[in-house]
């Protein structure tokens, strides 16, 4: 095995990524199929995660790629989830929270069901998940190689951006505060807790504003480092936090978003 391969491979691990068939989801699976790992898949939509394992399988030749449906909006839905990974594997050495929601609306017509739908999707769906695979989890921790558990959160919960996203913003801040405690919690199993905080990337999420070059381009602009994120920005960050690189980093929350997460405005003693 190489120097990199030792550092940064997942070769032999499993992995669960909700939400996995597309957008961020589906990079953070890619990454890890590329690393060696093999990689389960679901989101409410089982035709979706199909087409996507189907894509996997094709770029990363001899990958181990599940796909099924899963949906974390209930007690019920998460559940399943945790029977249906037990069912296939009996080990969990990755679990990413990818799975989530937004609901946008100005802020005088922001509906209350909007608080509801995205909180249980993005906040308690998230906790459910990680609960109930716990005991997978604490079972392949080691001292020098814990397991991982990788949450979706936002620049939109660093920074006081509403973007008419209310709910989806405030979730994202639930999330952050959410990975720090668990993290501290778990640190004795041995399992690390870090989240993403993404600024704008290509997925179905974002396509009103990314989804051409054009205006992925344009949103670019209002990013400090002048782009908007792409699948190697996910992919060095899944790769650094789930192998022995980022062994000993927990309750992180990773800015990837160009830093939108530091922008200010003009300088308050600007006099030129």
Not at 190 to 197: E, P, R
Request: proline share 4%.
């Amino acid at each position: 095995m190489s120097y990199l391969e030792n550092l940064f491979g997942v070769s032999g691990k499993v992995a669960l990524v909700t939400g996995g068939g597309t957008g961020i989801g589906f990079m953070v699976a890619s990454a890890l199929a590329h690393g060696g790992a093999r990689v389960m898949i679901c989101s409410r939509k089982e035709a979706v995660v199909a087409e996507a394992a189907a894509c996997l399988r094709a770029e990363v030749p001899g990958a181990q790629i599940d796909a099924f449906a899963g949906d974390v909006s209930s007690e019920e839905g998460v559940a399943a989830i945790a029977d249906e990974v037990r069912a296939r594997t009996g080990r969990l050495d990755i679990l990413v929270n990818n799975a989530g929601i937004t609901w946008g609306e100005q802020l005088d017509r922001f509906p209350h069901r909007a608080w509801q739908k995205v909180m249980n999707v993005n906040v308690a769906g998230l906790f459910d998940l990680t609960r109930n695979l716990l005991p997978e989890l604490k079972a392949s921790g080691a001292g020098n190689d814990p397991a991982r558990v990788i949450n979706l959160g936002s620049v939109m919960g660093s920074t006081p951006i509403g973007d008419g996203a209310y709910s989806y913003a405030a979730s994202k801040a639930a999330v952050h505060h959410l990975t720090r405690i668990l993290a501290k919690e778990l640190a004795p199993d041995q399992i690390t807790v870090n989240a993403f905080a993404p600024g704008p990337f290509q997925s179905k999420m974002t396509e009103f504003a990314t989804g051409t070059e054009d205006k992925a381009t344009r949103v670019g602009k209002n990013v400090p480092l002048g782009r908007i994120g792409a699948p190697d920005d996910i992919a060095g960050a899944t790769l650094f936090l789930c192998s022995r690189a980022g062994s000993y980093v927990t309750g992180a929350i990773l800015p990837l978003c160009g830093g939108i997460h530091v922008a200010t405005g003009a300088g308050l003693f600007d006099l030129s």
